[in-house]
């Protein structure tokens, strides 16, 4: 098994046809057939299901193909780390970050990053929790930040900060005018909440069913800042947000915090990477800002939308 017939296997599968493989490998298309032939006879296994008018990978070749991927993403990271070796900090670092980091958290970080390192080209890919995990292990990004827990053992996961959320509803909802609130005050209401995979849904679904909560409805939307939207303009559905996420709005008094009495809602932040990625000194520089960076909480005292008369 070698790097062009792992090369070819890989455009094969993805593009389902013998010549548009040659064309884009820029070899003949019997070599393709060459490259198929051997790793079958190597595997001992049949990989493609071939008819005149399908092309289609079999499971054996779906197990090769997710192998096969991670494998020559290794070997060209092992290229250019060692053409990169003592030299200034340069190429792509991709990061890949959840919504919440992605928009609120990381952009001072690349700032930071930029300004240390400017031939450094840098790309975010913002998804939910499970789209970062899911990610890092196939080696689409180089860096991952989490909210929330990942159970891959494969991965290296570090904590980086601590975040706090609280329950939000519009400014006008009944509960955002009284003063102390108990659990039982959250008791049928209508939630927003985010989408499956997402860190910040999981927490919200681990509140409501530790407490014996019961949702009169539950609306799920994929964007942080359409959960604000909709809780802003909905007068009576509540979320649990990021102090990150709704700071701004609720200084501008668009959304209330609800306080309940002895109840705080705390989770980690996680940089996630392979183990091949850590010593990449890219990846490094990275967690270098990331780990040394300040991250002072904006919660220091209260803000004038949250001193509500009681009712």
Known sequence: MNYDALKTFVTLA???????????????????????KNLEA???????????????????????YERAKQMLSMYEQTQKDILEHQHEIRGK?????????????LPSLIIELHSLHPSLELEVFIGNTEDIVQSVRLFKVDIGLIEGQTNDKELQV????????????????PLALKKS??????????????EEGSGTREYLKHVIRSNGLKAESIVTINSN????????LSKEGLSLLSIHTIYKEVKQQDLAI????????????????????????????FKNVLMNKEYKPLLTMPLESEKKPST
């Open 225 to 232: 800042q359409g959960i604000k939207e909709m809780v802003t």
């Open 258 to 285: 609800l306080h309940l009495n002895q109840l705080a809602f705390k989770r980690t932040f996680s940089c996630i990477c392979a183990p091949i990625m850590e010593t990449k000194r890219h990846v490094l520089a």
């Open 93 to 105: 670092l991709i990061i890949g970050a959840s919504f919440t980091i992605g928009e609120y958290i």
């Open 42 to 64: 190597e595997f001992q296994t049949e990989l493609f299901i071939r008819s005149p008018k399908l092309l289609k990978i079999t499971p054996s070749g779906e197990i090769l």
């Open 14 to 36: 993805e593009v389902k046809n013998f010549t548009k493989t040659a064309t884009l490998l820029h070899i003949s298309q019997p070599s393709v057939s060459v490259h198929i």
């Open 181 to 194: 609130l108990t659990i039982n005050d959250l008791q049928n209401q209508k939630w927003f909440m985010r």
């Open 158 to 173: 570090e904590p980086f900060m601590e975040d706090e959320l609280f329950i939000v509803s519009s400014s006008h909802h």
